[in-house]
């Protein structure tokens, strides 16, 4: 494949066998369902998009996602609804009473809160099977789209109760879209995304929130961690409010359970604090610093890798890069020349160049031969 | 500078001028002591090496960060003691008292503590001036040194009443290591780490602590936002007890202020829980939890960039970059054709493969340009 056969406006070739087979509606054009009629038309199916906003619609469909939605199309087959939590029940259910024949989706981060409204407004629940794709990148909108938005990521679908056919159509969306399908009930799910993606998010608001008003020159000081740590603060306040409170219950277990070791360690502090130095500090305030960290320890080490929901073990090899223009370019066209498969690269950065150290991931087996190679041809590996 | 040039066990060239003309004793040879050392040794500045542990100074010796001290060494005009907060003290008083003409700093990232112990034990303060290297790595230990850790960082300088010659000892050795020396008093110093570091630790790994009894299928949800989150949380427990309980006043200040923070946040899932929907829940509740996003989101806007202290402003190019040997290697040796200078890289990866989103970072100014010329030459710019 060269670079000009892989684009975001390029269809690529027709796949062996595509379960979805459309018509497709997609309702809510934003970069999660633009990414899902763009990665469909890729393999030729028919999708049309709808959306409030006529401008996301126009996009959408310049992206290669598909055409407007009109009122003569034909009946779809299935139903998408891309909307925020907060409005979603409500568009599935009218999705679900305007297409009587179609099977309805919906890919909002909580499950319960939708399903309870649905069960409240009574709608026909036979065709619909909720989910919820894990994929998400730092832009939104349809113009940051991308075909692949879902390869590879966990696809939880929620079936309460659907028949077959219809827990089927969504299944065969996840896998024609490349992503892992992974079966849960609503309560499981919300708690699950409480704990790994709703809680980092509420938290990393925190520390950020204490930054509005820190001096200048602390944070100057600020290094990776911090970056890391915040990083995710940037995101939308109205849409992850909506969040919040739809899966309000099962976020404040995990804030409380947080708040629980919180205070341990502010008690621990205060002893510390009060205390002339650490050797004369009371016995066992240290440990429970230690044990907090400790069990921080333990957390991290369970958190798959970068890949996705598979735990990948590369080996790393790191290199110094020279600061030279090219130098990377060179060491990759190295690395591609010994035939060894490059699985992840990140650069560590001195400070305002590119001079650094290249960490390079690759198959563990393949490691060894990959430093013997770049030694022998002048390159320090680290 | 070729590759071959450029190493850890290769001297660089000797510099125009250096200002630390030694000899240095470094006392502790984990990654801090080392680093100085090499950065040091490159400069032909002569180096000797104290560490309880006899490992520690014979891997410094090998990755080329001076010589083990003797007991007949010449007296040091500079001592660099690079221990944990903990012991920084009695090692700063010790060494005060065995080299009466020598200069000694330390390198722990609390200040106050370690001063006033040293007032109490009636130090000789017109030879010592505290600091701090704002550096580090994930990786510990003399065997990840690098002589370049500290380029371009900030380097706090505590001089509480030293002379004008301990004090301008301690800033040209932070600008021969290539670091940003920057003058704060100690309690300042203090509460500015508390805020921008030793608060992100502590967080991290409250945050990864609720992870260590999570069902694995919970995990095997997670993505990029937790991993950020929590990365940092894999620090040694024992060194960051030590860091909390000497810091113990200002990391309790800024924790206890994140606490009434998340105690309006509970608040507010309390009141969005109790209600039937997000539409009904009490005025304000949702407003509520909103401020707290809106805050984290004006926040994290203050931190800083990623090439240290200074904020840089790069524009950043989105290039998909193929699933096949050699593309990114192609792609960097486009983008050093066009003369267009590479800030920053990163990759944003589909599942288990290098396929997916080159994101390069150039100076404003030639983003449009590298736009034009890669779309030119077939890649597809997003």
């Not at 034909?74 to 909307?83: C, G, I, N, Y």
């Not at 991308?146 to 590879?152: H, Q, R, S, T, V």
């Not at 996840?174 to 809680?199: E, F, K, R, W, Y």
Request: charged residues 20%.
């Amino acid at each position: 494949m060269s670079p000009a056969d892989e684009g975001v406006q390029t269809p690529g070739p027709e796949p062996v066998a595509v379960a979805t087979t459309g018509p497709v509606r997609i309702v809510g054009t934003g970069l999660l369902g633009a990414s899902v009629g763009l990665g469909l038309c890729r393999f030729g199916v028919e999708v049309t998009l709808a959306d409030p906003s006529p401008t996301a619609v126009a996009l959408a469909r310049d992206v290669g996602a598909g055409r407007p939605a009109r009122p003569d199309d034909r009946e779809p087959a299935l139903v998408v609804v891309a909307a925020p939590p907060d409005v979603t029940a409500d568009l599935v259910a009218a999705e679900l009473a305007t297409h009587p024949s179609a099977v309805v989706t919906d890919v909002a981060s909580v499950k319960g809160t939708v399903l309870a409204s649905l069960r409240a407004a009574g709608a026909d629940l036979t065709r619909y099977v909720g989910s919820h794709p894990m994929a998400g990148r730092e832009r939104t909108g349809p113009a940051a789209a991308l075909p692949d938005l879902f390869a590879g990521r966990p696809w939880v679908i929620v079936d309460a109760g659907a028949g077959a056919d219809s827990a089927l159509a969504v299944r065969n969306l996840a896998v024609d879209l490349g992503a892992i399908p992974v079966a849960m009930d609503a309560a499981t799910h919300d708690q699950a995304v409480a704990t790994v993606s709703h809680l980092p998010q509420l938290v990393a608001s925190l520390v950020a929130a204490r930054l509005r008003d820190a001096p200048v020159e602390a944070l100057e000081l600020a290094g990776q961690g911090l970056r890391d740590v915040t990083r995710i603060a940037a995101s939308d306040p109205q849409l992850w409010t909506a969040i919040f409170a739809a899966n309000a219950a099962a976020v404040r277990t995990e804030l409380a359970a947080l708040r629980g070791d919180l205070d341990t360690v502010l008690a621990a502090l205060a002893a510390a604090d009060v205390a002339s130095g650490p050797t004369t500090v009371a016995e066992g305030t240290l440990a429970a610093l230690a044990r907090t960290l400790a069990a921080g320890n333990d957390g991290v080490a369970r958190v798959p890798g970068k890949h996705g929901g598979q735990r990948y073990r590369y080996a790393r090899v790191s290199v110094l890069v020279p600061d030279t223009p090219g130098s990377l370019a060179a060491l990759l066209g190295v690395i591609g020349d010994t035939g060894v498969n490059l699985e992840d690269l990140d650069i560590e950065h001195a400070a305002g160049r590119l001079a650094g150290i290249a960490n390079v991931a690759v198959l563990p087996e393949a490691a060894a031969r990959l430093e013997t190679e770049l030694t022998r041809r002048g390159w320090t590996v680290v």
